[in-house]
């Protein structure tokens, strides 16, 4: 997602580091779609995913940033996604063929004051369910 100075990020509430992603669904049914992102949330806060240390086989290992968190956004909607619960894709429905195109974005929100120097990775796995 790129790499910003602290003071991007050192008052809570600042976001940076915007960048879409899509998730393409084909062949579907007919129906009502929803998503979910599980992934280990910010404490006390289910919009944020919380950072993790690199873990890159050949890299050592760096400390996560402090107080900052990665939140995922329905691009459609603005609307912000709760990790770990299940979610209707607003404005966003499958065509007459099945498809859809889910428009997506991932960015890293300031959760608290201070100075976030540090790695900035975490991890989510989604799942997609529709009837």
Not at 74 to 94: C, E, F, P, R, V
Request: a neutral charge.
């Amino acid at each position: 997602m790129g790499n910003y100075s602290s003071s991007a990020l050192a008052k809570s509430g600042q976001k940076a580091g915007l960048t879409p992603f899509e998730i393409d669904l084909t062949k579907c049914q007919a129906g009502s779609v929803k998503i979910r992102f599980d992934g280990t949330p910010v404490s006390g806060n289910n919009t944020l995913l919380a950072l993790t240390s690199s873990t890159a086989p050949s890299a050592p290992a760096n400390d996560p940033a402090k107080s900052v968190g990665i939140e995922i956004t329905d691009l459609a909607s603005n609307g912000i996604y709760k990790i770990g619960q299940t979610s209707g894709i607003t404005g966003q429905a499958l065509d007459s063929t099945g498809a859809l195109n889910i428009k997506l974005a991932a960015r890293y929100v300031a959760w608290a004051d201070g100075n976030p120097s540090g790695a900035a990775n975490s991890t989510s796995d989604f799942s997609i369910e529709y009837q």
